[in-house]
Nanobody, 125 residues
Framework: VQLQASGGGLVQGGGSLRLSCAASARTFSDLVMAWFRQAPGKEREFVVARRWSGGSTKYADFVKGRFTISRDNAKNTVYLQMNSLKPEDTAVYYC???????????????????WGQGTQVTVSS
């Protein structure tokens, strides 16, 4: 699986950005797609994950109601729509993919075998 993340940038607080993660894989049906983020000096942090096939989606508490994950099957792309951005959302955002994860493992980065290169999101106050 290869992942290519894009869409980061500089935005004012309260603004929106949409990140994209273009995926290439032989099969998609058993994949779980996720977004993590890492701010300077901090550990990588779970943001959201969902099964490629649909159904189970898990959000970190701090993004509920602000961020939405979605998928475009035709483009093999997963999106992260981020609204009401805050300065504390500033980080490098990574997309990740793993196979056959159970729901309780969605937020654990150790279960994801494949990672994109990261895209910087900076939110100004």
């Amino acid at each position: 699986v290869q992942l290519q993340a894009s869409g980061g940038g500089l935005v004012q607080g309260g603004g929106s950005l949409r990140l994209s993660c273009a995926a290439s894989a032989r099969t998609f049906s058993d994949l779980v797609m996720a977004w993590f983020r890492q701010a300077p000096g901090k550990e990588r942090e779970f943001v959201v994950a969902r099964r490629w096939s649909g159904g189970s989606t898990k959000y970190a508490d701090f993004v509920k109601g602000r961020f939405t994950i979605s998928r475009d099957n035709a483009k093999n792309t997963v999106y992260l729509q981020m609204n009401s951005l805050k300065p504390e959302d500033t980080a490098v955002y990574y997309c990740a993919a793993g196979r056959r994860l159970i729901f309780s493992s969605f937020s654990d980065p150790n279960f994801y075998e494949y990672w994109g290169q990261g895209t910087q999101v900076t939110v100004s106050s």
